[in-house]
């Protein structure tokens, strides 16, 4: 059951890794439009590309790569937590069949050791049965 856990949690950073690259994708289509806009209405307005226009384009895509590397950083952060998950919840496994063989070689050995009771051992030089009580009578046969 552990281990079907462990899969879930490695599944689920596979698949956050396919979302990150997904979302990385449409912020970069996003990015890549509003530059166009900004450089056609920067040309619609008569103002030469130089000087400030250009610099704003340039702080624009600056901050647009690091929302793509702040995408990619959180699904790391969400891929890590994912394998840690998977990794904790293998090493509960295998804790919980540890316990679970030391707590039955603990009841084998309670019920073999409960097998032997001393009051009834045969000891030398007694007989196997013990006497009978006192009172009793064999009805003359011995």
Do not use: C, W
């Amino acid at each position: 059951m552990a281990d079907a856990q462990a899969r879930a949690y490695e599944q689920q950073a596979r698949a956050d890794a396919q979302s990150a690259t997904f979302e990385q994708g449409q912020e970069r289509h996003k990015q890549d439009l509003l530059q166009a806009q900004a450089r056609a209405q920067a040309g619609a307005s008569g103002v030469g590309m130089a000087g400030s226009p250009a610099e704003v384009l340039a702080a624009n895509a600056g901050q647009g790569q690091l929302d793509l590397k702040a995408i990619q950083y959180s699904s790391q952060l969400r891929q890590n937590n994912f394998g840690t998950q998977a990794a904790i919840s293998r090493f509960s496994g295998k804790q919980a069949v540890a316990a679970s063989i030391f707590n039955a070689g603990r009841s084998l050995g309670s019920g073999l050791s409960g097998l032997y009771d001393p009051t009834k051992a045969v000891t030398f030089g007694k007989g196997a049965f013990p006497p009978p009580p006192a009172g009793f009578s064999t009805g003359g046969l011995y």
